[in-house]
């Protein structure tokens, strides 16, 4: 069945460490997101890509990046400078570029600090 | 810029008894709007979206959500709640320019609790 697959479900991360999240799918979408959740306050987005080897900026980059070096592939990386990352990670990703196609989800990753 | 209300942080209701969820939305142009679904510790479940066709939408599980222009709303309904409704519900809003990349900006979320 096509779909995203995130792992790990859940990640610890100590102080002053970097930790990937990684995000394949296998729908053949152009598009992927990802997002941050905490409780109350919906989702935010972090940063999305729409083609290989390009990628921008969402509303809170600050402390994580990504690379999009295959089309299937979305990783994310938390950086310590990310001071508070503990949080729920989702993925999403879309076909197109048209807006009013849905984007659809991973199970998410929960991090956590040690 | 787009935002997204959610009217209401949880709603509970009697197992039977209507469904009603209150999404908000502000939009410099006709948005195109979705309703989302999270179960615990998993990702989000499409349940409907209003792309500027029918302003009556109906989706899975026999929710259904009405455009209203005129108040900017996008509430999501359910006749007859069902113990398997309990979740958390996005409602999510999409600018249909070009240059959004299908960006969406999410409300904060509306817990539903059902009771026996």
């Known amino acids: 069945d096509g779909g995203i697959t ?8 100590k102080e002053g460490q970097n930790v990937t999240l990684s995000c394949e799918q296998n729908l ?3 598009a992927m997101y ?12 972090i940063y999305y890509s729409q083609i290989v080897n390009d990628f921008q900026k969402g509303d809170i980059a600050e402390g994580y990046s990504v690379s999009r070096e295959k089309k299937e592939s979305f ?3 938390v950086t310590s400078a990310q001071k508070n990352p503990t949080a729920f990670y989702l993925c999403a990703s879309k076909d197109g570029t048209s807006s009013n196609q849905p984007q659809h989800f991973g199970d998410g990753t929960r991090l956590s600090i040690l | 810029a787009q935002s997204v209300t959610q009217l209401g942080s ?13 999404c908000n939305y502000s939009s410099s142009v006709p948005p195109y709007l979705f309703w989302y679904v ?3 510790n998993q990702g989000l479940q499409l349940l409907l979206k209003y792309t500027s066709a029918a302003t009556l939408v109906k989706g899975i599980n026999g929710f259904e959500a009405e455009f209203k222009k005129s108040e900017t709303s996008f509430h999501l309904t359910k006749p007859s709640a069902h113990m398997s409704d309990a979740a958390e519900y996005f409602c ?3 600018d249909p320019g070009g240059t959004s990349y299908g960006k969406l900006t999410f409300g904060q979320g ?3 609790t059902v009771h026996p």
């Open chain 1, 6 to 13: 995130q792992s790990p479900k859940y990640l610890f991360r």
């Open chain 1, 28 to 30: 053949n979408h152009d």
């Open chain 1, 34 to 45: 990802w997002y941050r959740q905490d409780p109350g306050q919906g989702l935010r987005l």
């Open chain 1, 75 to 77: 990783p994310l990386t």
């Open chain 2, 10 to 22: 949880h709603v509970s209701v009697s197992e039977g008894a209507l469904v009603l969820l209150r």
């Open chain 2, 38 to 40: 999270q179960y615990p």
């Open chain 2, 92 to 94: 999510a809003v999409s």
């Open chain 2, 110 to 112: 509306t817990i539903l």
